[in-house]
């Protein structure tokens, strides 16, 4: 992408959206057109045309969509499916409509199914069964993926997609209820450090892994991918390493500074035992991630404390 093309970031008042919308600017790129719900509502397909029409984007990242950890995934499962399966049918179709050079598609690691070899590789993708406690987000983003290949095969599209593995990092969501396991329990310990409560009750076991990837890094890597990948199947982008929940936590309540004991709530979803990607094609063209993971936690409770952009 040259620094002056006309690079459309939808989804950009979120997490990955924001974190995008940063890299680029700090790295150059002039022409940036950061769409929010406020712009368009991507769910409308008549809004979508017309907004294309008037922008003729010319590169697309499309990092919109609906999003929460296991509870809000497990109440709302109609509304993940819906609203993500037809943000990225209008998207896709206006894309091709209007001849957008290039576009990529954000998907997420939690759509790799509930039992597969560890690290995950690209191709076990649909190899087994879903996770349930999110399944309706998953069809929804093994769709958009393969929507893109879809429109890749039969009309030439430049459409591109990826798998980030769990994000985190300042721009997120701390909402309890609504949040990822990280910004939701940074939020939660913080909270009990303030009030002293002597308890912090996070949800499951524990003792399930995940790999956590700092949103910065998630940003460098799509407009690595944007200048280098055009391949037709789609590319894990992972920090390399996973951890415990329980480990995680200790982490949380060690960077917050909170003093007090952490029990666990049996009765909530763990989710899958294990998700760790296999990030070794990404890394093979010259991308890997920088930020560990204390190192990110440290930035993302910093921010959480002293912006005034926090999403509660």
């Given at each position: 992408?040259?620094?002056?093309?006309?690079?459309?970031?939808?989804?950009?008042?979120?997490?990955?959206?924001?974190s995008i919308t940063n890299y680029l600017v700090n790295n150059g790129y002039t022409n940036l057109l950061p769409?929010?719900?406020?712009?368009?509502?991507?769910?409308?397909?008549?809004?979508?045309?017309?907004?294309?029409?008037?922008?003729?984007?010319?590169?697309?990242?499309?990092?919109?969509?609906?999003?929460?950890?296991?509870?809000?995934?497990?109440?709302?499962p109609a509304d993940f499916g819906y609203e993500n399966g037809i943000i990225q049918m209008n998207v896709l179709?206006?894309?091709?409509?209007?001849?957008?050079?290039?576009?990529?598609?954000?998907?997420?690691?939690?759509?790799?199914?509930?039992?597969?070899?560890?690290?995950?590789?690209?191709?076990?993708?649909?190899?087994?069964?879903?996770?349930?406690?999110?399944?309706?987000?998953?069809?929804?983003?093994?769709?958009?993926?393969?929507?893109?290949?879809?429109?890749?095969?039969?009309?030439?599209?430049?459409?591109?997609?990826?798998?980030?593995?769990?994000?985190?990092?300042?721009?997120?969501?701390?909402?309890?209820?609504?949040?990822?396991?990280?910004?939701?329990?940074?939020?939660?310990?913080?909270?009990?450090?303030?009030?002293?409560?002597?308890?912090?009750?996070?949800?499951?076991?524990?003792?399930?892994?995940?790999?956590?990837?700092?949103?910065?890094?998630?940003?460098?890597?799509?407009?690595?991918?944007m200048n280098e990948y055009n391949d037709l199947e789609t590319i894990n982008i992972g920090y390399g390493d996973?951890?415990?929940?329980?480990?995680?936590?200790?982490?949380?309540?060690?960077?917050?500074?909170?003093?007090?004991?952490?029990?666990?709530?049996?009765?909530?979803?763990?989710?899958?035992?294990?998700?760790?990607?296999?990030?070794?094609?990404?890394?093979?063209?010259?991308?890997?991630?920088?930020?560990?993971?204390?190192?990110?936690?440290?930035?993302?409770?910093?921010?959480?404390?002293?912006?005034?952009?926090?999403?509660?």
């Open positions: 992408m040259n620094k002056d093309a006309k690079i459309a970031i939808l989804g950009a008042a979120g997490l990955v959206g924001k769409v929010t719900r406020k712009d368009v509502d991507l769910k409308a397909q008549e809004a979508v045309d017309y907004w294309f029409a008037v922008n003729r984007p010319e590169y697309i990242i499309l990092a919109a969509a609906k999003v929460g950890g296991i509870l809000n995934n497990s109440k709302h179709s206006c894309s091709h409509k209007y001849n957008v050079k290039k576009l990529l598609f954000l998907g997420s690691a939690c759509i790799y199914p509930k039992e597969t070899p560890q690290p995950i590789k690209e191709e076990y993708l649909l190899s087994n069964y879903l996770e349930p406690t999110n399944e309706m987000y998953a069809l929804a983003k093994v769709y958009g993926l393969k929507l893109c290949q879809a429109y890749k095969k039969q009309y030439g599209c430049n459409f591109i997609s990826c798998m980030p593995s769990n994000l985190y990092g300042v721009f997120d969501n701390f909402s309890v209820n609504g949040g990822h396991v990280i910004p939701a329990n940074v939020r939660k310990f913080h909270a009990a450090k303030l009030a002293n409560d002597p308890v912090v009750t996070c949800f499951g076991t524990g003792q399930v892994y995940r790999e956590f990837l700092y949103a910065e890094d998630l940003a460098e890597a799509c407009v690595f991918l996973d951890i415990t929940i329980f480990d995680l936590m200790n982490l949380i309540s060690k960077v917050v500074g909170y003093t007090g004991r952490v029990e666990w709530d049996t009765t909530k979803p763990n989710g899958v035992t294990k998700r760790l990607l296999d990030s070794s094609k990404i890394h093979k063209l010259g991308w890997k991630a920088k930020v560990p993971l204390e190192e990110g936690l440290i930035r993302t409770y910093k921010w959480y404390t002293t912006s005034p952009e926090v999403r509660v």
